[in-house]
Nanobody, 123 residues
């Protein structure tokens, strides 16, 4: 039984920082392509960041490229999202995903998804 569990969300002032964590358990390999997505009420799900299985390649959504950083610790089966200089428009439910094939040019499909962690930024 595969499981992804996110943590680290919360409420912060604009300009602040948060670090999200997602730990995989069950049958999910620590070497799969992993990603972070977000979705705000009334909006479509948006890709935030993705990373190759070995962690050597990353891609970011345009709106977060200079502010967010994705990383992973395969030994702990954990992926992180460091979010700096947060803006009100970053307010959303953030989800981690695993089991996708790496692509440098598109957002792939992911087999496994976490339950989400809420991020709220006030200005």
């Amino acid at each position: 039984q595969a499981q992804l569990v996110e943590s680290g969300g919360g409420s912060v002032q604009a300009g602040g920082s948060l670090r999200l964590s997602c730990t995989a358990s069950g049958v999910i390999s620590g070497a799969t392509s992993m990603a972070w997505f977000r979705q705000a009420p009334g909006k479509e799900r948006e890709g935030v960041a993705r990373m190759s299985p070995g962690g050597g390649f990353v891609r970011y959504g345009d709106s977060v490229r200079d502010r967010f950083t994705i990383s992973r610790d395969n030994g702990k089966n954990t992926v992180y999202l460091q979010m700096n200089s947060l803006k009100a428009e970053d307010t959303a439910m953030y989800y981690c995903a695993a089991g996708g094939a790496w692509s440098s040019s598109r957002w792939p499909e992911y087999r496994y998804w976490g339950q989400g962690t809420q991020v709220t930024v006030s200005s």
